[in-house]
């Protein structure tokens, strides 16, 4: 179904994958999961499987229909209604509308021979549109969004009214719809999902997970749900970011985990015992090496030494981990930021109206609501991104501010690394940036890489890296640790736990509202405010 042959990926200077011959295959019935640490290159490497991207070397070719979701998709016109493309997986949508129109002129057409050749016209539609599901695969659209947390009123909605997390969840139920058994629906799509269970509440990921273990078609995930890579994975890729290599592993992600632990504990119980016998072979061959006699033996002996030592495998370097730390918060007043009586709408629908809210100095604040009620865009208008249609955002004695998008709109795709450093803290010295790209994992030839091609997690990484380098005194933190390795997420959680500022958050990750330990929270799209407490936490997941 999909074959890569020779495949080597790199991101500007850097390999990050080299694997030679067939080694990569996508068949039937496989559920790959693609694993690695952030900026191994499964982002990359999935977008040069999809086919939205070119290889370093390599070819790679695909027998079946591909279902691509990018951790960032970028929709084309938001004027189109959520239904609409949806049903553009299967080209339902430019049937209909072409179906209806003809409906109109049958109607009107005053002219019997116009008249006929509509209805001629129309029949042929109508039996295109039965060939791909008709009016059924409608109905099997309805029930994946409905799956997927979007109800009938979102589907009638341009995209542009939709959040972040709507739309992505459209462009999921997209895809799974062009790989639905039902009505139509190409089963034997191959599906390549990045990061699919961001956004969805756990009733939705309870639902992909039996959809993609009934699926038969190829299937590779990036994912860093682990349950849903236990549930579902019978394969596992890992891209090994210190070798640039993949190893293939054809089992399940429990006995991947089992084997690796297993592999590393041989690694180190052997070189341990070489090193052993190594350094007797040392210790013996200085002894002879001080007779001329045995001069040559001495030599064998450390030729041995050292081939021993050449034949061990290579012990599994440990991953990287950026050193995250919240800025000490700059001097500010009591209340560094107010907001009275702001709401927000789109066209004819209400977001949220009338939200009042005080961030005092050090308070700490979670932003609830199901998707769709608003929550990223009131953070946006306190960040000062997107302005109220009415109410006043008051900035206090000493306000500064840091906001982190979840969709990484702080970060100018087309400017380097180093730029977006740079732009984020212009009075910063020079020095004093590399060595924070550092610890937060960019180095050499990195800097000079364009921002947009880097994988979700390396963005997260360097928007966290814009934060740290001000002195923010009013953290605005959208969604935080999506698309980080676990490593990272910890610690994401741990600089949270000990930042002093007041912090607003709009998370489905209910560790990270742990670590936070709020005082408030915010309900929208009505806008009360609550003490916070450990009920809400479960809201957190379902929402």
């Given at each position: 179904m999909i074959t890569a042959s020779d495949l080597e990926v790199r991101a500007g200077v850097r390999t990050l994958l080299s694997a030679p011959g067939p080694a990569l295959r996508v068949q039937p019935g496989d559920r790959i999961g693609l694993v690695g640490r952030n900026g191994a290159g499964k982002t990359t490497t999935l977008r040069i499987l999809a086919g939205e991207g070119e290889p370093y070397a390599g070819t790679v070719s695909r027998s079946s229909e591909v279902g691509y979701l990018p951790q960032d998709p970028r929709e084309g016109d938001l004027d189109v209604l959520a239904k609409n493309r949806v049903l553009s997986a299967r080209g339902l949508d430019a049937l209909l509308a072409r179906m209806e129109k003809l409906q109109v002129q049958m109607a009107e057409l005053g002219d019997v021979a116009e008249r006929d050749k509509?209805?001629?016209k129309y029949g042929n539609l109508e039996d295109r549109f039965s060939?791909?599901?008709?009016?059924?695969?409608?109905?099997e659209a309805a029930r994946i969004c409905n799956a997927l947390g979007l109800e009938d009123r979102i589907l009638e909605q341009p995209l542009r009214t939709l959040s972040g997390g709507q739309r992505r969840r459209v462009e999921l139920a997209r895809i799974l719809f062009s790989?639905?058994?039902?009505?139509g629906g190409k089963s034997g799509t191959t599906l390549l999902l990045d990061e699919p269970t961001n956004h969805l509440d756990a009733d939705s990921i309870t639902w992909l997970r039996g959809f993609l273990q009934n699926h038969d078609g190829g299937l590779i995930v990036i994912s860093h749900d682990v349950d849903l890579l236990d549930d579902v994975v019978n394969k596992v890729w890992f891209l090994d970011a210190v070798r640039g290599e993949a190893d293939v592993y054809n089992m399940t992600w429990k006995r991947y985990l089992d084997?690796?632990?297993?592999?590393?504990a041989r690694r180190r119980r052997e070189r341990a015992n070489a090193e052993k016998k190594v350094a007797a072979l040392k210790v013996q061959a200085d002894k002879l090496g001080a007779k001329a006699t045995k001069a040559a033996a001495a030599k064998n002996m450390m030729r041995r030494a050292d081939r021993m030592m050449a034949e061990l495998d290579d012990e599994r370097v440990a991953d990287k981990v950026a050193r995250i730390k919240f800025p000490?918060?700059?001097?500010?007043?009591?209340?560094?930021?107010?907001?009275?009586?702001?709401s927000k709408s789109y066209g004819s629908l209400e977001v949220f109206t009338g939200v009042d809210c005080a961030i005092d100095k050090g308070s700490r604040v979670v932003i609830l609501g199901l998707n769709g009620a608003g929550k990223t865009t009131l953070l946006r208008i306190l960040a000062g991104v997107e302005t109220p249609d009415t109410g006043v955002i008051e900035p206090g004695r000493g306000l500064k501010r840091g906001y982190f998008a979840q969709e990484h709109d702080t970060l100018d795709d087309a400017a380097s690394v180093w730029d977006n450093i740079r732009h984020a803290s212009p009075d910063a010295g020079e020095q004093e940036l590399r060595s924070l790209l550092g610890a937060f994992m960019f180095t050499g030839p990195q800097l000079e890489q364009p921002a947009g091609t880097l994988s979700g997690g390396e963005k997260t990484r360097l928007a966290l890296a814009g934060l740290v380098s001000s002195a923010a005194n009013v953290l605005l933190l959208d969604e935080p640790t999506n698309n980080l390795d676990p490593v990272s997420r910890e610690q994401v959680l741990d600089a949270l736990r000990t930042y002093e500022g007041a912090v607003v958050l709009v998370t489905h990750d209910p560790g990270a509202a742990e670590a936070l330990n709020p005082e408030r929270v915010i309900m929208l799209p009505d806008g009360a405010e609550d003490h916070w407490s450990e009920e809400y936490l479960e809201l957190i997941s379902l929402a």
């Open positions: 509509a209805i001629r060939s791909l599901g008709g009016y059924a695969a409608e109905s790989a639905s058994d039902g009505a084997a690796r632990a297993t592999d590393e000490s918060p700059a001097s500010c007043g009591r209340t560094p930021l107010l907001a009275t009586g702001v």
